[in-house]
């Protein structure tokens, strides 16, 4: 039934049709009237920000874990740009958000009113803005539609001050789910089980759209079925146990071994993932030309994009793989058991042998001083209560920290996706927000935590009890390891001049946990791994939000 109501109402009564618990914002004078209205419904918690960016990946962070749209709610075109960079990771990871922020009287056309929408088009699966109060509930509902409809990613609207304080008859109906799990094609299907048959040296690379229900276990299923290494693409997700004899660690072309690796593959089977995303520019095709690609997305648009894809399947990822597993099985034979079982003890025995030559080549630093990394992760790691979330932002020192911290469930380890640093602070608190019974650490590096440092005061201010835990090495290390490759790797220099890279050092360090003391969230400075253990379990047992500042050897 229809009532007449402000736009500002209908906006408020559909977040609360849609069950909407949390909104992540930093308001400006724009969304007056939305925050003005926000003491007549207590239902909502509104997360107070101090920065766009720490409200965008609270809500990208917190979608991800609870497998929903989130709410955000930025300023105008100001705050809107602040929240560009995150909300780009939220559409390539294809996290489901609904963003939106309030513009001025649409009146005002022939001075500065700014076309919001077209703003954020590039970074958004779609986006609207209105200027009439009766389009908001219809826009509002198909805007959730949008977000949690696959492909996921975050959809924008905006709204002129006349569509929030206008009234008109509004009717309050919310999303349906649209159950949009379909069969991928037969035909397909056929076409990969035939390639993956005839395949003596297959791998399997997964990434952040395996996240359909029981998908990562049929990616499992699949890869013990056929004897697969199974290798994480760049994205924000952990979407296979990290714990399994089969699983390889991330892919990087960055890393000339794993390079040289994809040289002897004659079959890739791509799952919900971006084949070979790289920063680098390492050439048209990466695959040789007698190595055959499948390519399994929900989303039509990652296919083929840009190696070129022999089979390319668009659906819903754990159904491609139930047929898929159902095809193989029907072509398998006993004879073909010898084979299979001899790869997965060759992919067995290779990862232990990556595993043990890594803690060879850290054992002669690892008493250093200061730090190494891989001996803060060790000890880290061994000081984390069993039921830990841990939310990877440890930037340059990402591989170390991959070796010593497993998730055996998705979700145990989280990724910040990283195509724009800064999103480890907000994702952490937003993680910690989703599961509010479980300790949550963030690992970030020093540089990232200074681009949204004001999220310590949210922490506080909420009194959100995770644990930041801050790289402190001192640079933008990651700077220094990009240069090295791009010198060594694409300009072939003999010499590479990385560790001298002018303007990433921080002459005047940053003493991390006087800034998080000065913001009221707890800081200890810590440059002894003796010190890790008794600070993490001090952090826990406060129950309130502290800041462990690890200081640490930078150098490459």
């Not at 789910?177 to 791998?203: K, T």
């Not at 841990?390 to 989280?414: C, P």
Request: charged content about 20%; hydrophobic content about 40%; proline content about 6%.
């Amino acid at each position: 039934m229809s009532q007449m109501m402000t736009g500002k109402q209908a906006l408020l009564e559909m977040l609360k049709a849609e069950g909407v618990d949390y909104i992540f914002g930093n308001p400006g004078t724009s969304e007056g009237p939305i925050i003005d209205l926000l003491g007549d419904y207590p239902e909502f918690r509104y997360i107070l920000t101090l920065q766009e960016s720490v409200a965008v990946g609270m809500g990208e962070a917190y979608a991800r874990a609870i497998g929903k749209a989130s709410f955000v709610s930025l300023h105008v075109d100001s705050g809107l740009a602040n929240g560009i960079a995150l909300m780009l990771d939220a559409l390539n990871t294809g996290t489901p958000m609904v963003v939106t922020s309030a513009n001025y009287d649409a009146r005002k056309v022939n001075e500065t009113i700014t076309d919001l929408a077209n703003l954020v088009r590039p970074v958004t699966k779609w986006a609207t803005e209105l200027t009439l109060p009766d389009q908001i509930p219809s826009v509002i509902r198909r805007a959730f539609n949008e977000a949690n409809t696959h492909p996921k990613g975050p959809v924008y609207v905006g709204f002129t001050s006349n569509a929030l304080e206008g009234m008109a008859e509004m009717n309050i109906a919310p999303s349906r789910p649209v159950y949009d799990a379909s069969r991928p094609s037969a035909e397909g299907i056929a076409q990969a089980a035939s390639l993956m048959m005839d395949a003596s040296r297959p791998l399997m690379l997964v990434g952040d759209r395996l996240s359909d229900d029981g998908a990562v276990e049929k990616a499992v299923e699949l890869a013990e079925l056929m004897g697969l290494p199974v290798y994480q693409a760049r994205g924000a997700e952990v979407a296979f146990p990290t714990t399994h004899p089969q699983y390889m660690g991330p892919l990087s072309l960055r890393v000339s071994a794993q390079r040289a690796a994809l040289q002897r593959v004659d079959t890739v089977l791509a799952v919900g993932s971006d084949p070979f995303e790289e920063l680098f520019y390492w050439g048209d095709v990466i695959l040789p030309p007698e190595a055959k690609l499948i390519h399994i997305d929900s989303d039509a648009s990652k296919i083929g994009r840009s190696e070129p894809t022999d089979v390319g399947i668009v659906g819903h990822c754990g159904l491609a793989l139930t047929d898929l597993i159902a095809a193989l099985k029907e072509r398998l034979s006993p004879g073909d058991m010898p084979e299979i079982e001899e790869r997965k003890q060759a992919v067995t025995a290779e990862r232990q042998r990556r595993r043990e030559a890594f803690e060879e080549s850290v054992a002669e630093k690892w008493d250093h001083k200061p730090m190494t990394p891989a001996r803060m992760m060790s000890e880290l790691s061994a000081a984390l209560p069993d039921n830990a979330i841990v939310v990877d932002d440890s930037i340059s020192n990402r591989g170390t920290m991959r070796h010593y911290f497993q998730a055996r469930e998705r979700g145990d380890l989280r990724g910040v996706r990283g195509q724009s640093i800064g999103g480890g602070i907000g994702a952490t608190m937003g993680t910690q927000c989703a599961y509010p019974n479980r300790p949550v650490f963030g690992i970030i590096g020093d540089g990232s935590a200074m681009m949204t440092v004001q999220g310590l005061w949210t922490a506080a201010n909420d009194n959100i009890p995770c644990v930041f835990v801050i790289c402190n090495n001192g640079s933008y290390r990651v700077l220094k390891v990009n240069f090295n490759v791009y010198q060594e790797e694409i300009l072939e220099l003999p010499e590479t001049s990385g560790g001298r890279l002018m303007y990433s050092d921080f002459a005047t360090p940053f003493d991390m946990a006087a800034i998080a003391n000065s913001m009221g969230v707890h800081g200890e400075r810590i440059t002894d791994p003796s010190q890790i253990k008794p600070a993490v379990d001090r952090a826990v047992a406060s129950g309130k939000p502290a800041l462990l500042d690890m200081v640490i050897d930078g150098s490459l």
